[in-house]
């Protein structure tokens, strides 16, 4: 499958649709997810046009890699819910169909500022 610069998250990274931002830097944009399932409830996206989790871990370059996962923990930071910072959150990322993935552009889910429940429903 290619990647589909349609997307909204595409848009949103091209500014042709607004965010409620939270968080930006070389390799990320991270912002409130439109439709919150948590008091928190984040979502933080690479710059990179990846459909997926495996798609970015097959062919993004390590920087972005590392810019990722250093960004999450830089939203996590910012919105006081990391493991340092406050008392926690998931990160959860949906993968292709059987993920439940509905955004075809990489994105972790963050959710906290309450206890998040169970992991699998
Ligand atoms: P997923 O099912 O993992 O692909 O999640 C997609 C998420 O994107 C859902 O939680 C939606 O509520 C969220 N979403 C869709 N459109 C927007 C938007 N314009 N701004 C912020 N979040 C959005």
């Known amino acids: 499958m290619a990647y589909d610069d349609n997307n909204i998250f595409a848009k949103i990274l091209r500014g042709e649709i607004p965010c409620n931002k939270i968080y930006e830097d070389e390799f ?28 970015f ?6 920087q972005e890699i590392v810019g990722l ?22 990160a959860l990322a949906n993968i292709s169909d059987h993920g439940g993935q509905e955004v075809p552009h990489l994105h972790f ?6 206890k998040v429940g169970k992991m699998v429903s």
């Open 69 to 90: 996962m250093k960004g999450i923990t830089n939203v996590s930071k910012k919105l006081g819910i990391s493991s340092i910072h406050g008392k926690g959150y998931r």
């Open 109 to 114: 889910h963050l959710f906290g500022g309450e």
């Open 28 to 55: 990320v944009l991270s912002f409130y997810d439109i439709n919150p399932q948590k008091k928190i409830h984040a979502l933080v996206i690479p710059k990179g046009r990846y459909i997926d989790l495996d798609d």
């Open 57 to 62: 871990n097959l062919n993004a370059s390590d």
